[in-house]
């Protein structure tokens, strides 16, 4: 990463290998490509039905209509991709500092992939002075958990000059993204999007790929670690649309690195035409409300899964969630303000309305926008309505086997401001991760690793219920995500849980699902889960500075099951990864300052 300019171009050189089971090759390629992409990705003929601009419901013998929990195409396709965890100068913004990066860019590298494929994924830690691990946001990893991507639950952190190869069935399909879930390294640029190609629930025209959401530090993120475990995150300077903004040097005149070379991502579209786009909110600590002027959107998925459509003006994402939605080209040819709408009440912002990009319907314009906005900007940090996500595929919660009534708090403490569950904040090992403790026959676990035991007492279909009520009393959001699973969202109430009435406000005929959901400020989050995956599975806040202070909690899902999911390459893989983490911990400056996650 050499410049702005550069740090943005290079981001979008597409720094992959795909290969097939049927000996098909893809070189990587060496021009760059336009801004944005266009995601054209092979969408060949499967059978009788088409997946095109009149039909994107169809996917050869699948539809939009499968139940993709139950039923997954098996194309015989293995796709691999290399990604290098690295580090370099950068400037995303016109301002300079050191980043920590995928293949030297911010974002890194799509993963693509069709329902259906397999994908193997090498990653290298190739930074100076942290340890790595890759998490591959929303994917079930069904059967696969030990490639979850968790240093300290699922794997070992990856030492660094060593590589770790990722293997898992690509089982769902839509938009989401991959992130560093080793401590705060992915708010320093360690992350990327995935796009697995199905079926959609309305048509459109053309895929511009991933709009990430973010905000940005103009120092190393590590550093704002010391402010913000005191409880006082703070205010960050800037935010970037797919990892590139222009930030204001007028006032800034004495300092070097403000060089005042960053640009806006420019987006252009011909008038009449609908297109896709699918956004990802990566922030640390804040909340979207995104918006395109004079243009309506239709919402087709909430994180990896396909909802009725819906129309609206502006959309709410909290941190970790994902929405795809559709834009008709139908205004007048002019350029229009793409507003990222960063929620200053939620989290501030040094310059929270300069985070934009432009819309463009003449290619040759270089003009600003004059566009203003009609959205109504909200005054809570609050998902979407729950009623205007109606998943496509419906299915009903029956059948509540157990629930984990759980209270979330806070306590200061000596190093840093712990949250906690049921009185515990979550501390892992890097060097002893969950699974190397089932792996090794272990049934007790450290009481920081916060572990709830879930198995299946039948061969009916079950459900776990998970409440978190906080009683923290500072009336502040939590985005909380569930790895392993889509979870299905009960209630999202303000006020106390009751376990004696509260279930019966419960939502079960198929109630909005997702991987993320908002946990009301003094309220409480009720979601339900299948234990259909055995695996050690992660539960936390996607707040980056309450994870590092132990928002998170896990499930011990099947325990008895998990090793009959590993294979023999693997687990020695895992050993080996375990194995050259512990013999270099002692040489490298990488000291643990938060729960590790």
Sequence with gaps: MKSALGCVLSALVACVYASSLHAVRHSPPHALRQIPPQLAYNLLPRAACDNTNKSRHCWGNYSIDTNYYDETPDTGVTREYWLSVE?????????????QTVNGTVPGPTIIADW????VIHVTNNLKSNGTAIHWHGLRQFGSNIYDGVPGITQCAIAIGQSMTYRFKVTQYGSSWYHSHFSLQYANGVFGGIVFNGPATSNYDEDLGHLFLSDWSHVDIFTRWFAARNGQPPALESGLINGTNKYDCSNSTTDPNCTGRGVKLTTVVEKGKKYRLRLVNAAVDGVFQFSIDKHKLKVIAADLVPIKPYS???????EGQRYDIIFHANQAVDNYWIRAGWLNACQPNEHPDSITSVLRYNASSTLDPTTTSDVTVSSDCLDEPLASLVPH??????????????????SKQVDYIHWTI????????????T??????????????????????TT?????????????????LEHPIHLHGHDFWILDQSTGTFDAATSPKNFKTKNPARRDVAALPGNGYLAIAFMPDNPGAWLCHCHIAWHASEGLSLEFLERGADIKADVSDSDLTQFNDICQTWSDSV???AFPQEDSGI
């Design 87 to 99: 580090e370099g100068s950068c400037a995303p913004d016109g301002y300079a500092r050191q980043c």
């Design 116 to 119: 259906g494929d397999s994908l």
């Design 312 to 318: 609206t003006s502006s959309l709410k994402i909290t």
């Design 393 to 410: 595929v419906k299915i009903d919660v029956t059948n509540i086997q157990k629930s984990f009534d759980t209270y979330l708090n806070i």
């Design 422 to 433: 049921n009185t515990s904040s979550l501390v892992i090992d890097w060097a002893n991760p």
């Design 435 to 456: 699974l190397k403790q089932v792996f090794n026959g272990e049934s007790l676990f450290p009481t920081e690793y916060n572990v709830l035991a879930v198995n299946k």
């Design 459 to 475: 061969t009916d279909n079950e459900w776990i219920v998970l409440v978190i009520q906080d009683q923290s009393n500072l009336n």
């Design 586 to 588: 002692g040489t490298q």
